[in-house]
Each structure stands twice: as C-alpha cells, then as structure tokens.
C-alpha cells in the first residue's frame, strides 16, 4: 500500500490486498479477498466483495458495485469470481456481478475498456479489450462481448447472446442472437444493416480489408442463402486469413443462431 491514498471513512478489510499508489474515496467498502492492483482509482461510495481481481491502473466512479452475487436464483453464494484487467474506465452506477458454478464461475471484463454510466454486466459474462459500452448498456447472464465492440446507450444483449470483434450495436436496441464480428446492427430486435465502416477505418483496416469484409457481409447476409451454403460461398470466395476466419469461425460456434439481416 506505498503512495497508498485510503480516505479514513472507507471501510477495507484486512484480509483484502491493496497494490501502490492506489487511491480510495470516502464511503467505500472493500471486502475480505479482494485484490486491488497498483495506481487505481477507486471513487467514493463504491463497493467491492468477493472474490475480486482489479489489474493495474483502472478507474472505478461513485456508486458502483463489483463482485456482488449473481442475479440468479440457483446461486447460493459460492465462492465464484471477477476478474478485470488493466486501465479500464468503469464509470458511475456500475454493476458487475460474479459468476456462478452454473457458468463459467467467473466474470471477465479485459483491459483498455470504457464502460460508461449504469451499465450492467451479469453472471459469468465476459467483455475483451478495447471496447466502448455506452450509458445502461446491459447484458444478461453468459453474454460475451469480443475486442473493439461498440455498443450505444441502452442497448441490451439476451442471456447467452455474444457480439463478434469489431462489431458495433446500436443506441435502443435489443438483442436475442449472435451479431458476427465487423457489422453495424440495430433494431429492437436488432438486425445487421451493414458494416461497422467507420469503427475498421478507425482501428487500422486498409481500404482492401475493408472491401473484403464488405464482401463477407454481402455473401452471409444479402444472397438469401442459408447459413452453411452462405459459409460455403465465402469459403470459396474469400482468400483465407485471419479476417476471413475470424468470421467463419464465430457463426459456427454460435448456439444461438445468428441476427438475421436489418429491415429498412
């Protein structure tokens, strides 16, 4: 705890680890187990139990609540998890709840990560890195959400729904299936109207990678074909590599089905 800034209202047990240089607001809670990494900034009235691990340098604002038990009825308090990673901004009237033995008995948020106010993350979901989650986005229980995804404000992903790389959701929207790596989607039950142009322009795409995930969509989405002929078409069609895999490689592990084409 060197450098260490813990206000004298805030309530942390000596059984829990706290790195350097890490500052805590007034009114905090931190319980037995939790371990806070170093240079993190922990606002007032926050509260964190459980089994919780804070990486390096994250900033955690007012009123959140990290490691609570699961919103589930079969949980029973087990000794579950969450994990999250490095220089994170986890924002006001945060909740992450842990996992459950039921699931993955973890709850995982990656690093490089803006996760805005009132969001909401449920048992045993998962979020990589890079990625910018708007106002009250929420996400039931088992949801997973890849690298670089953008979602907007009051966006909501059904229990055991994910979203691919690079994907973006929009603002309203609702989801009940898989929404595939680099589309833009929408709707309240939201469909793929396209792709995520401007977010694979902004994290490095060239204009060549960008014309072939055009192609992707155009033959998954647009020739009216069923998932496995529409794979077989882009297998034919696209050079292999990681862009093409990448795609191929979620709808075939989707347990869900895919979101299906946008209605204009």
């Known amino acids: 705890m ?8 805030a309530i942390i047990d000596s059984k829990a680890e706290i790195g350097n240089n890490v500052f805590v ?33 994250n900033t955690v604002g007012a009123y959140t609540s990290i490691g609570l038990g699961a919103q589930d009825k079969a949980h029973r308090n087990e000794p579950t998890k969450v994990i999250i990673g490095e220089e994170n901004e986890i924002r006001e009237y945060i909740s992450i ?24 993350f449920g048992h045993d979901t998962s979020v990589g890195d890079h990625c910018m989650l708007a106002n009250a986005t929420t996400l039931g229980g088992h949801a997973q959400i890849g690298n670089y995804v953008v979602t907007g404000g009051l966006s909501g992903l059904h229990q055991f729904c994910r979203i691919g790389d690079y994907a973006m959701l929009g603002a309203l929207s609702a989801t009940y ?25 902004k994290n490095g795409f060239s204009d060549d990678e960008i014309a072939m995930i055009q192609e992707i969509f155009n033959l998954f989405f647009c020739k009216g074909m069923v998932p496995k002929k529409s794979l077989e078409q882009i297998e034919n069609e696209i050079p292999k590599g990681e862009i093409r895999e990448r795609f191929i490689t ?15």
């Open 2 to 9: 060197s450098n260490s800034k813990i206000h004298p209202t």
């Open 25 to 57: 607001g007034p009114y905090t809670i931190i319980g037995p187990g939790v371990v806070i990494g170093d240079d993190n900034i922990i606002d007032n009235h926050v509260t964190i139990k459980g089994d919780t691990r804070l990486g390096r340098g």
């Open 97 to 120: 709840h842990s996992g459950t033995f039921g699931g993955t008995g973890v709850t995982k948020i990656g690093s490089h990560n803006q996760i805005m106010v009132s969001a909401h």
């Open 177 to 201: 299936q898989d929404i595939p790596p680099y589309t833009l989607s929408s709707g309240p039950r939201a469909g793929a109207f396209g792709i995520n142009r401007y977010g694979l322009q």
């Open 250 to 264: 979620f709808v075939n592990e989707s347990k869900r089905g895919i979101i299906s084409k946008g209605k204009s």
